[in-house]
């Protein structure tokens, strides 16, 4: 008599592991075909997809699960902030950003890791050498060498105000208003330009020095770089009378540079 219990226990406990791999396979079924049927939905609608801007990935995801692919997105209208381009920039090559933008996204951050991933501390413990050590600290200042590299050339993009209307100096009486900054730098653009490249020359030098792990090199890298940014300041954002001062250096900080550009 237990012989026959314990046999139907079995069978019952059989049949419900039967059951339960047959649904589960019967759904596994459904979702593949349903995953099918997305795919070949978005596959006959790719070109207006992508017109409006879905990914085959987003389509996916959005793809109902009972099989039923969602309708394409609308293509994403720009935030207000960024609806208007500058009018002077270029067709293909609209300027949303100021050079205050660029200067506070980019570049001081970029130029900033570079000049704290090498030097010397001292505190109450004694002296300490600041040294990139590992793999990651490596990537850090390459990545930052990468964004001055591309930065600068967004830097030379005609078209692009020193801050956006309305914004006031941050130094107000130590350093021009913006609409005076812009003024200068459209009139002496190759001026402006010949610090972007020089600064830019400065970034393809930190590049080869992480990929080489060489801090002698960082450090007089970042040497040059203190004298371009200044001497850019000294000629575009300070009073009128500290302009010829720094005029007569601009020569000296392209050279610093690397000889990058050229003044006219």
Same mark, same amino acid.
């Given at each position: 008599?237990?012989?026959?219990?314990?046999?139907?226990?079995?069978?019952?406990?059989?049949?419900?592991?039967?059951?339960?791999?047959?649904?589960?396979?019967?759904?596994?079924?459904?979702?593949?075909?349903?995953?099918?049927?997305?795919?070949?939905?978005?596959? &006959?609608?790719?070109?207006?997809?992508?017109?409006?801007?879905?990914?085959?990935?987003?389509?996916?995801?959005?793809? @109902?699960? !009972?099989?039923?692919?969602?309708?394409?997105?609308?293509? #994403?209208?720009? #935030?207000?902030?960024?609806?208007?381009? =500058?009018?002077?920039?270029?067709?293909?090559?609209?300027?949303?950003?100021?050079? @205050?933008?660029?200067?506070?996204?980019?570049?001081?951050?970029?130029?900033?890791?570079?000049?704290?991933?090498?030097?010397?501390?001292?505190?109450?413990?004694?002296?300490?050498?600041?040294?990139?050590?590992?793999?990651?600290?490596? &990537?850090?200042?390459?990545?930052?060498?990468?964004?001055?590299?591309?930065? =600068?050339?967004?830097?030379?993009?005609?078209?692009?105000?020193?801050?956006?209307?309305?914004?006031?100096?941050?130094? =107000?009486?130590?350093?021009?208003? #913006?609409?005076?900054?812009?003024?200068?730098?459209?009139?002496?653009?190759?001026?402006?330009? &010949?610090?972007?490249?020089?600064?830019?020359?400065?970034?393809?030098?930190?590049?080869?020095?992480?990929?080489?792990?060489?801090?002698?090199?960082? *450090?007089? *890298?970042? !040497?040059?770089?203190?004298?371009?940014?200044?001497?850019?300041?000294?000629?575009?954002?300070?009073?009128?009378?500290?302009?010829?001062? =720094?005029?007569?250096?601009?020569?000296?900080?392209?050279? &610093?540079?690397?000889?990058?550009?050229?003044?006219?």
């Amino acid at each position: 008599m237990k012989r026959q219990i314990a046999a139907a226990l079995c069978s019952v406990v059989l049949c419900s592991a039967v059951l339960g791999f047959m649904a589960s396979s019967a759904l596994a079924i459904a979702q593949q075909k349903t995953a099918k049927a997305c795919l070949e939905a978005w596959r &006959a609608n790719k070109t207006a997809n992508e017109a409006n801007g879905l990914t085959q990935k987003a389509y996916m995801a959005q793809c @109902r699960p !009972g099989g039923t692919p969602a309708q394409p997105a609308a293509a #994403p209208s720009a #935030p207000a902030a960024l609806a208007a381009p =500058s009018r002077n920039a270029g067709r293909d090559r609209p300027v949303y950003s100021t050079v @205050r933008d660029l200067m506070q996204s980019i570049i001081d951050p970029s130029a900033d890791a570079l000049w704290g991933a090498v030097g010397t501390v001292a505190d109450n413990e004694g002296i300490h050498e600041l040294l990139p050590k590992t793999q990651d600290d490596w &990537a850090d200042v390459r990545r930052a060498a990468v964004r001055i590299i591309e930065g =600068s050339n967004l830097l030379m993009m005609p078209g692009r105000e020193a801050a956006s209307a309305g914004a006031k100096s941050e130094a =107000s009486g130590v350093e021009l208003e #913006p609409p005076q900054i812009t003024v200068l730098i459209k009139r002496n653009r190759k001026s402006f330009n &010949a610090f972007a490249k020089a600064l830019q020359v400065l970034g393809l030098e930190a590049l080869q020095a992480s990929d080489a792990k060489d801090p002698v090199q960082l *450090i007089d *890298i970042g !040497g040059r770089m203190e004298n371009v940014c200044e001497g850019c300041h000294q000629t575009f954002w300070y009073p009128p009378e500290k302009h010829a001062s =720094s005029r007569n250096t601009l020569e000296a900080f392209v050279h &610093a540079a690397g000889g990058a550009g050229s003044v006219k």
